[in-house]
């Protein structure tokens, strides 16, 4: 007993201050949300097109670059010769829509914009989600278990992951939704008590990630259910995915 | 009978081969010197297919034979729908021969419990095309059923209670005492093994790297050494080096988790709350070294894509003392709280015996008393220079690999600080030649799981002719399953979280 008393002195407090402080450091190598700038591309050059492995980088309409489909791998920035496109630190990247995450030179960068005031008033401060893995690697996983730990206390801003869809306020997916899962899916969605979300996290659940146009899988789950909220990454940072969900709720505006 | 096989064809993981070498030996031979292999303390590192021509198949085995650090490598080729099955004899072969009766319809004649493993349509001949028509519907199987009075069945999955990935149970009950467990894989399939055909290709590492997310590290790491054995590329010290580091890193925060995990499931939530934030101080480690916590883009082939200069090897030096610290209080808690550890003692217990068997790998056999790591038995990169201690306990219980999991933590540690302190010069990267072609390659390397083998061959472009991955939970799927006999239901979250194996790794 007594050691368990002092462990307990000895581990201390840990839980972030963010977001009413400043977010845990992210490591200088950390590659954040990227800006591309094409204007002075070399003619006839598509080194980064035919590099990248999910083809998220496309020419055909204007340069772009699909972050629902990026790994954040930069073997792009690696070939470019001009470093015309660059991962920055900012970990801001959650969208409402799919749309949202293909950025180019242009457009700027629509962050998520949280629920409508009728979800909001019933989700905003308590918000239950079900986790369910179709095809994921276990890294979002891991990343998203992570934010229930006492460093994130994911508790203090009502949300929580329950063990049961019918206790749930909609789903949190991860994974290429595989065809061996997409049945038990629908039926846990199917499971879950209207009004219900549905969040995508990571770029398998967005748009197949790395298993793209496999036939073993369905390309995320955009095209099987009605997403609210998409989460890219590979996997996403613990502190993408917090700042997703608070933006959705309403704790995050700017 | 390796002595009747008629030239000797052995390779040290690492290390290729000229595939026209490879002698063809008869089925009746090949069976046999799997069999005698398996008896004289060898293990079926992988079994598996290579279509040739026509309908003709190639039977391969990789049969580990670690005490003298080399692989024995043994083929066959049949022409016909089915071979005699090597189970009856050797359990090993189990679940590989159900995985090639699946992806090949290749028959083994007289196995016992010949069911699907991932639920997908077979694969055609020319495998890179998609799979021939509709697999058997996932999960539908004629399960194992015991029959009597007060009998039930409890079935779980796919979609469990945590945020875990999908699998499913079925357990045959008497009251609380489970009789058996029948575990039934395939929701994470992706196809990724019909897919590396051809290859390797833009898209090969990030498959490797996707493996088994929480393994990046560990299957990267087999794969570039794969790549390197089959080019003859050697890497420079500073890369062998830090790829020990990531490796290590990996196997501490896995681990860490893991213990917390272990402690949550009997309810002792101090461990809990504490593993699991310094788990994520382990995983920004990594992050530090490449900027994602999981490892993503460190490795490639031909070396390592980032450096650990001198101000970073301070910084993870000071991490580590702190994590250290931090770990053992949490750690230390759980051995002595009596509550904790009368439910790790005795609870899901493996003999040595039906661990050999089984062929386990990974904490799960050492927790038995089998000094087998293939950083010690199949030494590649860093660790042919210095040796991490083999962390054995003998109780084959969930003491027991609680307890090799904290030895790996602490002698991991060890070793990252050793190695921090003395960083060899070298270049990072190198790059790396067509792939030959005709050319047979093995790694393995010891993740925090276990045994992860990679096999490649190329073909006469220097393409994969086939591309094998056998995640350490391939193996040890079947231990967990038999663990559970005789236990508690109540016991089983405790027994999977000490097993934790691989949904993703298992289904590829």
């Not at chain 2, 729908?81 to 090639?100: D, G, N």
Request: charged content about 20%; some cysteine; overall charge neutral.
């Amino acid at each position: 007993m007594l050691d368990t008393l002092l462990a307990r002195i000895q581990q201390k407090h840990r839980t972030i201050k963010f977001p009413d402080g400043p977010p845990p450091e992210l490591p200088d190598r950390f590659m954040g949300r990227p800006v591309i700038n094409s204007k002075d591309c070399p003619s006839g050059c598509a080194r980064c097109v035919e590099l990248c492995p999910t083809q998220a980088i496309t020419q055909s309409e204007g340069f772009g670059l699909d972050l629902g489909a990026c790994l954040f791998c930069a073997e792009c920035t690696r070939v470019c010769p001009r470093q015309n496109i660059h991962f920055t630190k900012d970990y801001c990247m959650a969208v409402r829509r799919r749309d949202d995450l293909r950025i180019n030179d242009v457009r700027r960068f629509q962050h998520a914009m949280a629920l409508d005031q009728c979800l909001k008033r019933l989700f905003g401060r308590s918000l239950k989600l079900r986790q369910v893995s179709a095809g994921g690697c276990n890294a979002c996983e891991a990343d998203t278990n992570v934010l229930g730990t006492v460093g994130w206390d994911l508790g203090r801003f009502g949300i929580q992951f329950v063990a049961s869809p019918r206790h749930a306020d909609g789903l949190l997916i991860t994974g290429p939704v595989t065809e061996n899962m997409r049945m038990a899916l629908l039926k846990t969605y199917a499971a879950v008590p209207e009004p219900k979300i549905v969040i995508a996290v990571g770029a398998c659940a967005i748009s197949g990630g790395p298993y793209k146009d496999h036939e073993e899988v369905h390309n995320g789950a955009c095209d099987l259910l009605p997403v609210d909220l998409l989460i890219p990454g590979c996997p996403p940072h613990p502190l993408t995915i917090l700042d997703g969900l608070l933006r959705l709720i309403g704790r995050i505006e700017t | 009978m390796s002595d009747s096989v008629p030239e000797r064809f052995f390779l040290s993981s690492g290390q290729a081969k000229d595939i026209r070498n490879a002698p063809v030996l008869s089925m009746e031979a090949f069976q046999d010197a799997v069999i005698h292999a398996v008896e004289e303390g060898g293990r079926i590192s992988a079994l598996f297919v290579q279509p040739l021509h026509g309908r003709s198949m190639r039977l391969w085995a990789m049969l580990s034979q670690d005490s003298r650090s080399r692989i024995l490598p043994l083929c066959t080729d049949t022409e016909e729908e089915a071979f005699p099955s090597l189970t009856p004899l050797c359990a090993q072969a189990h679940w590989f021969e159900r995985e090639i009766h699946e992806q090949w319809r290749l028959l083994p004649k007289g196995h016992p419990w010949l069911k699907p493993i991932r639920f997908h349509a077979p694969y055609r001949q020319n495998h890179q095309q998609p799979p021939a028509g509709k697999g058997p519907e996932i999960g539908v199987t004629d399960f194992f059923q015991v029959e009597g009075e007060e009998i039930h069945e409890v079935a779980v999955g796919p979609v469990h209670a945590g945020i875990i990935e999908p699998g499913h149970f079925r357990f045959q009950c008497h009251g609380e005492e489970v009789l058996h467990l029948e575990i039934s894989l395939g929701y994470q399939h992706r196809g990724v093994e019909r897919r590396l055909l051809g290859g390797p290709g833009n898209r090969t590492i990030h498959y490797m790297e996707t493996l088994s997310g929480d393994t990046s590290i560990g299957h990267a790491t087999a794969y570039c050494q794969t790549l390197e054995a089959l080019s003859g590329v050697r890497i420079s010290a500073r890369a062998q080096v830090i790829r020990g580091i990531v490796l290590e890193l990996e196997r501490i925060a896995n681990h860490t988790g893991d213990m917390g995990a272990l402690a949550g499931d009997v309810g002792f939530l101090p461990t809990l709350s504490y593993c699991g934030r310094i788990r994520g101080d382990i995983l920004n480690m990594t992050g530090l070294i490449c900027g994602n916590r999981f490892g993503r883009g460190i490795l490639r082939p031909g070396g390592v894509a980032f450096d650990i200069d001198a101000e970073m090897t301070k910084a993870l030096l000071s991490r580590l003392d702190v994590a250290e610290k931090d770990l053992t209080v949490a750690i230390n808690l759980l051995w002595k709280t009596s509550s904790v550890m009368a439910r790790f003692e005795g609870t899901g217990a493996v003999s040595r015996e039906m661990a050999e068997l089984m062929g386990l790998v990974g904490p799960a056999a050492r927790a038995c008393g089998i000094e087998r790591d293939a950083r010690k038995d199949m030494p590649e990169g860093i660790f042919r220079f210095t040796q991490i201690p083999v962390s054995t306990w003998n109780t084959g219980d969930v003491l027991g690999r609680a307890h090799v999991r904290w030895l790996e933590i602490q002698r991991s540690i060890a070793f990252i600080r050793e190695q921090l302190q003395s960083l060899p010069e070298g270049q990072l990267q190198s790059t790396l030649p067509p792939l030959p072609p005709d050319r047979l390659a093995v790694s393995l390397v010891e993740g925090w799981r276990g045994e992860i083998c990679h096999v490649a061959l190329t073909d006469s472009q220097g393409r994969f002719a086939i591309y094998k991955i056998v995640d350490p939970s391939f193996h040890n799927w079947f231990g967990l399953a038999f663990a559970l006999r005789n236990q508690q239901i109540s016991d089983f979250p405790l027994c999977n979280k000490s097993f934790n194996l691989s949904y993703c790794g298992h289904d590829l």
